[in-house]
């Protein structure tokens, strides 16, 4: 069983008040098995409904919502189904495809005698299904994202030791260099990782042979898997329908990536995706991809300064693989062998530049960055931290961030802002910025600082004696 961050989120779940939970992601990253796995350890019952698969329990979420009377109708189907209050856990997985259950979330949080777990993949698709009739349960249910395995994740994975992590992450603390043959330890661990990416299937494959067309083999399997899906909605009668003028557009933007990302400036175009359709058509279709989690969009801003979202330019932006495995994937034969001899520079940067993304992504650090009118100064990235914005220039190799100095030097125009180089290099330090290796991504803690707040004393306030 790979180890996964999220294991630790829902043990917290569990162990505090809480509402049902709903977990949502892409498709084949796992969700489903980390749940029952979770399932199977911490609670004596564990039911797992298939709602996509089992089209006959459906009927358990058309009367009332009753709990007592759910729970009738699903022992009846599944007769080894216990439930057990304070002691069971169910499991509705594929929720997208039966609203009614969604719906049910409240009253099962009501009745609060049983915790359950909703999984779906496509929850955030517009059109995957005419709308919610009887609402969805705001206030009653939480929600987590899921995503693919992190860098951090597969080092963990790898059986790095905890005290090697430690040492690591106190030197990016302290800006340290780290021992060199850590450092090249994790560099090649890096490289593998760019290749490999986070998708279970991929990574489990990758740690039991270490063949990496079999990895890619996997990878592009996957992907079709998923385009397999797009376009896919559900009819007013329940059953499945493709809308295959999205499915088009979504499988066009998808191909146009590579040639996007491919470029100086890797602006999204839509005069690039070669199908039928102007501009907002085609949105469309790369909105798809952005609902079902496979892409992940980093906007372009007017200035560099704080909120990023009110300086947002919403037309102009770059996509990414939530995946960078996936993106290398598409990328050719002989990019593989490139990576592992530690050259990284082809696709302008895209491959590193993507990995940073995702990584922010999945540690739910909105993406921007800055590409001025001119073309010059352009960042790669900007992101917010305990209130105030910093800058980020990432190097395939180690060549100079120009743009960065550059904004570094005219703070009168551009203000002042922590800067950070991620750069094919070891820890160091410039004039306003810091150096740090590509691998250190997968160890920077991004939460900002605490934001509880202390309580205000006002019950000994009094009205003042405006008498005297």
């Known amino acids: 069983m790979l180890r996964r961050d999220i294991y630790n989120q829902l043990k917290d779940w569990k162990n505090r008040q809480h509402h049902p939970l709903v977990i949502k992601g892409l498709r084949q990253i796992g969700k489903t098995y980390i749940v ?50 304070g002691k069971t856990l169910l499991i509705l997985d594929e929720i997208q495809d039966c609203p009614n259950a969604r719906s049910s979330l409240k009253y099962w949080d009501i009745d609060g005698r049983y915790d359950v777990i909703a999984i779906g993949s496509f929850l955030g698709v517009k059109g995957f299904r005419e709308p919610y009739v009887r609402g969805i349960p705001v206030g009653y249910e939480e929600q987590l994202d899921m995503y693919p395995l992190t860098f951090k994740e597969f080092l963990c994975n790898t059986g790095i030791s905890p005290e090697i992590m430690d040492y690591v992450s106190k030197c990016f603390k302290e800006h340290e260099s780290v021992e060199k043959t850590i450092h090249e330890s994790l560099r090649s661990l890096y490289l593998q990782y760019l290749i ?19 990895v890619k083999s996997i990878q592009k399997r996957i992907l079709s898997s998923i385009r397999d899906d797009f376009g896919r909605y559900k009819s007013s009668d329940g059953s499945d329908r493709i809308n295959e003028v999205l499915k088009l557009r979504a499988e066009a933007c998808l191909d146009s990536l590579p040639s996007q990302l491919s470029k100086e400036y890797k602006k999204f175009k839509y005069s690039l995706v070669n199908v039928r359709g102007n501009s907002p058509e085609k949105a469309d279709g790369l909105q798809y991809l952005v609902d079902v989690g496979l892409v992940v969009r980093s906007f372009n801003t007017l200035e560099i300064s704080y909120p990023l979202e009110g300086v947002k330019i919403a037309k102009e932006f770059k996509a990414f693989f939530i995946d960078t495995g996936l993106l290398v994937s598409q990328l050719g034969d002989e990019l593989p062998q490139k990576i592992l001899a530690g050259d990284i520079s082809s ?31 352009e960042l790669d990235f900007l992101f917010e931290m305990d209130g105030e914005t910093t800058i980020v220039e990432c190097k395939a190799t180690n060549n100079r961030a120009t743009s960065m100095k550059f904004v570094i030097e005219h703070q009168k125009k551009y203000g002042v802002h922590p800067a950070i180089k991620f750069a094919d290099t070891n820890v160091g330090e410039g004039k306003g ?23 205000v004393e006002v019950k000994n306030l009094q009205v003042p004696d405006v008498a005297k």
């Open 433 to 455: 910025f810091y150096t740090y290796p590509l691998y250190a991504i997968g160890f920077f803690e991004w939460n900002s600082e605490s934001n509880i707040i202390a309580p």
């Open 36 to 85: 029952k796995q979770f399932g199977a350890e911490f609670y004596e019952n564990c039911i797992y409904i298939d709602l996509r698969a089992n089209q006959t329990i459906h009927s358990t979420f058309e009367g009332d919502f009753n709990v007592d009377r759910m729970v009738m109708s699903i022992t009846a189907v599944d007769t080894t189904a216990r439930f057990v209050p």
């Open 196 to 214: 490999v990416g986070g998708m279970p299937e991929a990574v489990n494959s990758f740690f039991e042979t270490h063949d990496l067309n079999l």
């Open 347 to 377: 696709y302008k940067g895209a491959i590193a530049e993507n990995m940073v993304a995702s990584a922010f992504a999945a540690n739910g650090i909105g993406l921007y960055y800055y590409h001025a009118p001119s073309g010059s100064p």
